[in-house]
């Protein structure tokens, strides 16, 4: 029993040691090259300079123009996954045939990386050689059509995730409560709105916030896809960090850049920390 | 009756019909890709697009040993960064989870802490990252990679094995304790074995996590230990497009993914809510 007090600290060290060595420090070292002038060149000889890189962010029509574009993004792929998720879990939740072997490849689209579904859609929307382009005979990725498409196959890619929790949500529903209601005659319309609904409420919202904060966070696909073009049309906060640091090389401009992004993260962070809270109590 | 039961089959049909339609959009890109790989390229561009064609295994052969393809270098990093990335996370995660189980030490709800790391953009720490790996020469190596996949994943697989773990009964350790055994011992040889199917499900899904990572492998390698979702991006920004060999690489990197995917089924819930839905 002597052993218990000392190793109860020791076992969960190592992954202490991990967070804070590559999450913890570098976001703290993320606050420092925030308030200095650094250049990938220059990293070396970082020059202090205030909230300089803070104001030229805040003051730059791009990074604007990219937060209003990544809450459209959000918005409109969130909203629509969580609907056509809702519709398949709908769908699926009946006696089916062969069912485990239709949903697996359901959710095979959300297992592929983003990077790889990105250069498949490069193909298939080719403007000389893709199918889709030849069928609607015009190419979805100029200017007037690139921002439903790249929210459409976040859509197609994600929407199987809103599926896989409401799905689940919709088996802990007891298959009384519909008898009951039935024996009341209730309508299947009336079901749904006064029984599924309330009873899958803590999923769905559930679904709207890691949807809503990973479709923010996008990079991968539309990155490969469109690289945030034509133009800086579907340029997404964290394509725009990107660039800043890696194609300007302006290390400092994007931490500072990278740490308003957090700040923006911090409200729906705690509303989520509060309703977990509140869970558990 | 025989009206009624006719109406039931027409309907149960409708549905496969629709589920059928739902799964070929879904998986287009996927279906296209295995098309593409096979077709010559003379079938690739030709227009309209040719859905009946003889199938060639030449993308594949030029994939994987024609000269000037680094593909096998990049699906050999990815297997290796995967493998270690899983191991390291099972190594780290299992003991920390076993300890909260059992003596809880930070105090709390480890499930906030966890939920709270997954919610933070990679982008805030993977910038000075940079900067540090540039001084610890870690930049373009697989052990760099290794490391910050771990870190991303460890979260994860640290709640799900809670889960496990809490779900084996004290008594058994206690018989172990008055043998004197020590924590070290009981771990190894009680509550390991005990856990094995989530260490699996852990690691694969870990693995697959890994596999599919590109964005801090786009940042932090650059020749030597570039995985497949970066590498296979590289094939486009070449002065030639290869399409028929980019789909060949593809699809190649699904396949260990189509692997898991039926046998990780049962944990995905948990695994995509960071452990936050219970099934």
């Known amino acids: 029993m002597i052993t218990k007090k000392s190793t109860k600290y020791y076992l969960i060290l190592p992954i202490l040691a991990i967070f804070f060595g590559l999450m913890i420090f570098p976001t703290i070292f993320g606050w420092y090259l925030s308030f200095n002038e650094v250049f990938l060149s220059t990293f070396n000889h970082p020059i202090f300079n205030g909230i300089q890189n803070y104001l030229h962010v805040l003051t730059d029509r791009m990074f604007k123009k990219s937060l209003i574009f990544t809450f459209e993004f959000t918005l409109l792929t969130t909203i629509a996954e969580l609907i056509i998720g809702l519709g398949l879990a709908i769908l699926f939740n009946r006696r089916i045939k062969g069912k485990r072997f239709f949903i697996s490849f359901l959710l095979l689209p959300m297992m592929v990386a983003p990077a790889l579904i990105g250069i498949m859609y490069r193909l298939i929307l080719n403007e000389f050689i893709g199918p889709v382009s030849y069928y609607l005979g015009k190419s979805l990725l100029v200017s007037q059509y690139v921002i439903p498409t790249v929210v459409i196959i976040d859509i197609l890619q994600w929407s199987p995730f809103a599926f896989l929790i409401l799905y689940a949500a919709l088996q802990t529903i007891p298959k009384e409560l519909y008898e009951a209601a039935s024996i009341e005659g209730a309508g299947r319309n009336q079901k749904f709105w006064y029984i599924t609904l309330p009873r899958i409420q803590p999923f769905i919202l559930m679904v709207i916030l890691i949807r809503g904060i990973d479709s923010f966070k996008s990079f991968d696909m539309i990155n490969i896809l469109t690289s945030g073009g034509p133009g800086s049309m579907t340029t997404t906060v964290s394509i725009y960090i990107y660039k800043l640091a890696f194609q300007s090389a302006n290390i400092g401009k994007a931490a500072a850049a990278s740490l308003l992004l957090l700040l923006i993260f911090s409200l729906p962070l705690t509303l989520v920390l509060r309703k977990i809270y509140k869970g558990a109590s | ?279």
């Not at chain 2, 930070?106 to 790996?133: K, Q």
């Open chain 2, 1 to 279: 009756m025989i009206h009624n039961s006719f109406k039931k089959t027409l309907s149960s049909l409708f549905i496969y019909v629709i589920i059928l339609i739902i799964l070929f959009v879904f998986n287009f890109p996927i279906i296209s890709a295995v098309l593409t790989s096979l077709k010559t390229n003379a079938d690739i561009s030709s227009s309209p697009p040719k859905w009946m064609f003889k199938p060639i295994l030449t993308h594949y052969q030029n994939v994987l040993y024609a000269y000037g393809y680094n593909f096998k270098q990049f699906f050999i990093n990815s297997i290796i960064i995967s493998l270690f990335t899983s191991l390291l996370v099972i190594i780290i995660a299992l003991p920390a989870a076993y300890s909260i189980v059992r003596f809880n030490p930070l105090g709390g709800n480890p499930l906030v802490m966890v939920l709270s790391l997954r919610l933070v953009p990679i982008l805030v720490f993977v910038i000075p990252i940079f900067i540090l790996f540039k001084y610890l020469s870690l930049l373009d190596t697989k052990t760099g990679l290794i490391l910050m996949n771990t870190v991303i994943n460890a979260p994860l697989s640290l709640l799900l094995l809670v889960g496990f773990v809490q779900d084996i009964p004290e008594s058994i350790e206690e018989a172990a304790m008055i043998d004197n055994a020590n924590t070290l011992a009981i771990l190894w040889y009680i509550i390991l074995p005990l856990v094995l199917p989530g260490i699996a499900a852990a690691a694969c899904l870990v693995f697959i996590f890994t596999w599919n990572e590109y964005f801090m492998s786009l940042i932090l390698s650059f020749q030597n230990a570039i995985p497949v979702t970066v590498g296979s991006s590289l094939f486009i920004t070449a002065w030639e497009v290869k399409w028929g060999e980019i789909a060949a690489a593809i699809t190649l990197s699904i396949i260990p993914v189509l692997f898991f995917v039926f046998f990780l089924q049962k944990y995905l819930v948990r695994a995509f809510t960071g452990g936050a839905i219970k099934e």
